[in-house]
């Protein structure tokens, strides 16, 4: 992990901030499925005290993202191909729940935010810059799931979908599910814009579904 510290100025509690700056880095990849998390290590490179540590790996070990392992320690949860699947499968449930409240429920402000996500998306797919292109999406997605103005669901798909943050960048990787994403998230949107919230359930069904299957052909070949 590349050295870096918390600002004791922000408005966060520290372990919240701890806790962020540790989901982000398990999601990233840049803390290692597998790999322990050392209390007294990471306090010093964030220059707080073991304390917020401590509490935050707590709140990742409820989160499911790490587990304790006897004469291990902490550890950064290893998802196998069965778990995975049934995570994706959860958070096509719920995410099938939420778009179709914003179909109902999204104001036209949200919805012209949404598709200025989509086309940015698409100019960052037409740059190749993938990475861009992954935040972008990612803004799409929390935009779409918020304006279903469903709080437990959002949360409860926010859980899940940082499960599948690293898993995610893996199916993203596949140009040709790059690019069918795009044309999936522009269905989506005309389907939350026409009101259709049986159209909506359908096609983000299948959009996950899709990424299922990539998922489990890319393992496939692993």
Sequence with gaps: ?????????????????VYDYLRDAIGSGEIAAGERLNESELAAKLNVS???????????????????VPRRGVIVHDFDISEIIEIYMIRQALEVLAIKSAARR????????????????EACLAKGNYEG?????????????????????????????EHLKRYRKITL????????AVSQHFAILDAVESRDAELVGRLVFEHLE?????????????
């Design 1 to 17: 992990m590349a050295d870096t510290a918390i600002s004791i100025e922000a408005l966060k509690p520290i372990r919240e901030l």
């Design 50 to 68: 073991r304390t917020p540590v401590r509490e935050a790996v707590r709140m990742l070990e409820s989160d499911g993202l790490v587990q304790a």
């Design 106 to 121: 999204a104001t036209s402000e949200e919805i012209s935010k949404m598709r200025e996500y989509l086309r940015e998306s």
């Design 133 to 161: 292109y992954f935040e972008v999406t990612e803004l799409f997605t929390n935009a779409v799931i918020e304006a279903g103005k469903m709080p437990r669901v959002t949360q409860l798909i926010s859980t899940y979908r």
């Design 173 to 180: 990787s596949d140009a040709t599910r790059r690019s069918e």
């Design 210 to 222: 899709g990424a299922m299957d990539v998922f489990r052909r890319i393992h496939k070949k692993g």
